[in-house]
């Protein structure tokens, strides 16, 4: 599509794009689609190649410069996506019809908020035609957008997208002074079961740790990617990510890095592996050798909450769902997604189920909000 104001390519590499043209659109407060984290996934082969990810990046330029993108990847599996529809594939096969390929529009691997869309917001609609062209030509059975903007969902809702929406717990940071400031507006019996769990890991004897990337020695990334490895053998989940991507990682985005480590004596026996950017901090890959009480608390909300009240920042994300960390601080926000299917018996199917379950959301949202962990809420 060729004209004046746009020209619009399709493209099947990160490599496609300098690094300085791709990160001027990205989310000053969002670092999973900026370029250095997308190319460690590439470069590692965790997406592109045979990963089931396949790269579809839809390029938007005017007069030469790159003013938009949607990271759109063509899917075979449904892991790393927390898209939730299980059940929708289920149908899809109980009734003998495919469900994949798909197209995917998100952060691969990461349950993350934020804007999608990498550019100018106003570039954004004339694209959404060209995504429906892309998705008819290459055989695609749906496209999902995962974890967008409230003003992106309803930019797709406008060009036929089913709205969905769900929730997942964010820590706000009310201008706290310290972690007691912020202890003080809970209730009684939330900040007295805080306290008792942090004086538990403070009587452990651990070494509670925090570092940042330029800090973490090649051994320490290495026992954090143990960590992640025996959470997901825990759980009995397929790990996507590899040892070399959590090295490329810290390489390219080391600023962006931050690590929590409990240390026993020189041993480091658990951890999470964390990204910062802007007034953000993103809780993500967590783990452990050693069953201690509390300490997930500690190293996965405790720990962040306090860097994040030293450093000013606003909003501790610590991953998908979890209702523990409601009891902890963490309130429920709204996160955004939109669906739109090729066959229109299974879009209208999805529809009806989309409304229904906003009216479970939003009745669970409010009945959460009602038993905050907070005094005055």
Known sequence: MNSRVLTVTIHHSLRDFSQMEWNALTDPNTPFLDHEFLSALESTACIGGNSGWLIRFIAAHTDGQLVGIIPIFEKHHLYGEFLYDWEWHAAYSRAGLPYYPKGFWGSPFTPASGPKFLGNPDVLPQLIPVLIELSQRSGWHSIHAAFVTKAEQSALTDQGFIPRTHYQYYWQNRSYSSFDDFLST?????????????????????????????????????????????????????????????????????????????????????????????????????????????????????????????????????????????????????????????????????????????????DAMDQLKRTSAYKYE
């Open 186 to 362: 809970l209730k009684s019996s939330r900040r007295k079961q805080i306290k008792k769990e942090r004086r538990s890991i403070a009587d452990s004897g651990l070494d509670i740790q925090v570092k940042y990337g330029p800090n973490l020695t090649q051994s320490e990334v290495d026992a954090l990617f143990e960590f992640y490895l025996s959470t997901h053998d825990k759980r009995q989940g397929h790990p996507h990510l590899t040892r070399t991507l959590f090295h490329t990682i810290v390489q390219l985005m080391p600023d962006r890095v931050v690590a929590v480590l409990a240390y026993r004596g020189t041993f480091p026996v658990a951890g999470t592996f964390n990204f910062i950017k802007g007034n953000k901090l993103y809780g993500r890959y967590w783990g452990c050798t050693a069953e201690i009480p509390n300490l997930h608390f500690e190293c996965c909300y405790y720990q962040l909450i306090e860097l994040a009240i030293q450093k000013g920042l606003v909003t501790v994300e610590a991953g998908a769902m979890g209702d523990h960390k409601f009891l902890r601080g963490f309130d429920p926000e709204p996160t955004y997604y939109a669906h739109l299917f090729a066959l229109q018996e299974g879009h209208e199917a999805v529809k009806n189920h989309a409304i229904q379950e906003a009216l479970y959301i939003a």
